[in-house]
């Protein structure tokens, strides 16, 4: 059977399509100037199918990973793409053909793989103690050669010290220590409420965990380090077993669920965790957290309702309004006995996608940004295909003056996910570069933004031209040059 996605859902939407392709481009085009400081990796990943998924009811989620690095070096920049080599990736292509089923449900897959990895390595990238980590949040961490986006090793663990099954895409470095956190969820196989917590020290040695209980299976997408503190929020987007049995995938968001905010000493045995209850809501992503005495505090992109149009909904159908995320604190006090977190609205601004100065990560600190949807100048719906949210807009958010300032890309592009570069490692706060790829949809090609993270409305200061259209991404990761030079 030859290679067909035009029969597939999945693939209609503008900038769904599969790129399919392995790309470099030396010293690439680009309009404006380039700062002659930047000398670094930008990388970001993309789900992209590989072969035509064989279940009408897979997700965009279930795309094979494929990383794409923008190496700036004093006013060029090379581009370079390569698939993660998964072990899902290898056996599909030796195979010539789809041998994964979908979403996250193993009984899915050809029996014939059901004992190699399920990672797609499609969600996000950090770089770690001289190592390149692509990840998803199902499986352990794939390794790549930061230079050379070589596939390394297709399922590191830590030379054996990963006691789960899983590893989260969301891990944080506290820069003040130079140790990596992660939360690890269904730890113990589908469905599974154990959750474990890991730390790895500034040489990449996984030197603790935690092992705690969730009480239901939801998606524990990200989580909030702090100086004392680790915290988490378990989402009504939960396992469904029934649903799995039956082929379908993994979630379904069950609205009659509470979310449950966690937090655990960091460091600890995790004996300490203490739940803290809320109504339905979804928050998928913190743009930052911090501490300060016993008060903890976690910003995350907080809707109402479910975030995700493709995942089925047990109780009601998805509405674009209850989906809008907003820039929303979380916060609890632990000297007091209260069992429900407060939430406070920071911003009316609605996005998803919340990044920081991640020299802060885990410390009090004043600059976000996120990529939002400017509803009064809505995207050319033709353009499109009317998917709702479209992100038109980055926003800067400072919440020592609560002021926002923008950069909207008109009414013909989408934007993807920003990305903070400092503009040196010593620059304060939220002094650098805003990047991030622009969705070109009259021309059916991608652009990659750079902008003046101080400067949002004055637009980009360079334009890197590519004249290949990648796909809608998820996340992405800046790396200094200095540290990819070390060996
Ligand atoms: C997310 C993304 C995923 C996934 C689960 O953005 C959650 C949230 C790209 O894959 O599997
Ligand atoms: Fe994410």
Redesign the pocket.
């Known amino acids: 059977m030859s290679v067909d996605f035009s029969h597939n859902p999945i693939f209609s939407g503008p900038f769904a399509h599969s790129f399919r392709a392995e790309v470099d481009i030396h010293d690439c085009e680009v309009e404006g100037e380039l700062p002659a400081d930047l000398d670094g990796a930008f990388y970001r990943v993309q789900?992209d199918f590989i072969y035509p998924p064989t279940y009408a009811n897979d997700v965009p989620?279930n795309g094979d990973g494929h990383v794409s690095m923008f190496r700036f070096d004093h006013g060029h920049v090379d581009f370079k793409c390569r698939y993660v080599r998964t072990q899902r990736y290898k056996a599909q292509t030796q195979a010539r053909r789809a041998l994964y089923g979908t979403y996250r449900n193993r009984a899915t897959d050809d029996p014939g793989v059901r004992h190699l990895s399920g990672g797609t390595a499609?969600?996000n990238l950090i770089f770690h103690a001289g190592r390149l980590f692509a990840l998803?949040?199902d499986s352990p961490p794939v390794l790549m050669d930061p230079n050379t986006l070589e596939t390394l090793d297709d399922y590191y663990t830590f030379g054996g010290r990963l006691k789960s099954e899983t590893f989260s895409a969301h891990p944080k470095i506290d820069y003040a220590t130079g140790e990596m956190f992660n939360i690890c969820y269904e730890a113990k196989g589908n469905g599974t409420t154990d959750v474990c917590f890991v730390g790895i020290d500034k040489t990449g040695e996984l030197n603790w965990e935690a092992w705690i209980k969730v009480p239901y299976a939801g998606?524990l997408?990200d989580f909030a380090i702090t100086e004392h503190y680790i915290a988490f929020l378990v989402i009504p987007m939960a396992v469904n077993m029934e649903q799995m049995r039956k082929g379908g995938v993994h979630f379904a968001w069950d609205s009659t669920l509470p979310t449950w905010f966690g937090v655990l000493r960091r460091g600890g045995d995790g004996s300490d965790l203490r739940y803290f209850k809320g109504p339905e809501r979804s928050a998928?992503h913190v743009m930052n957290s911090f501490c300060d005495g016993t008060r903890i505090y976690a910003d995350m992109d907080m809707s109402q309702g479910n975030q995700f149009p493709f995942f089925p909904m047990l109780h009601e159908q998805f509405d674009f309004k209850r989906a809008a995320g907003r820039l929303t604190r979380v916060s609890v006090d632990l000297s007091k006995s209260a069992e429900t977190y407060d939430m406070e609205v920071l911003y009316p601004e609605i996005g998803v996608l919340p990044r920081t100065d991640e020299r802060y990560w885990g410390h009090p600190y004043n600059v976000g940004f996120m990529p939002v949807t400017d509803l009064s100048k809505r995207l050319d719906d033709t353009l499109t295909g009317n998917t709702g949210l479209v992100l038109n807009t980055w926003t800067r958010f400072d919440h020592n003056t609560h002021k926002s300032t923008s950069f909207y890309v008109g009414n013909t592009s989408s934007l993807q996910e920003c990305q903070f570069i400092p503009r040196s490692q010593n620059a304060p706060e939220g002094s650098g570069y805003l990047v991030g790829l622009a969705n070109r949809h009259v021309e059916q090609r991608s652009d990659l933004l750079i902008l003046d993270a101080e400067q949002l409305d004055a637009g980009p200061i360079a334009t890197v031209k590519l004249p290949i259209k990648l796909r809608n991404g998820?996340h992405g990761h800046y790396v200094p040059g200095n540290l990819l030079a070390e060996k």
């Open positions: 789900p989620f499609n969600t998803k949040e998606m997408h998928t998820v």
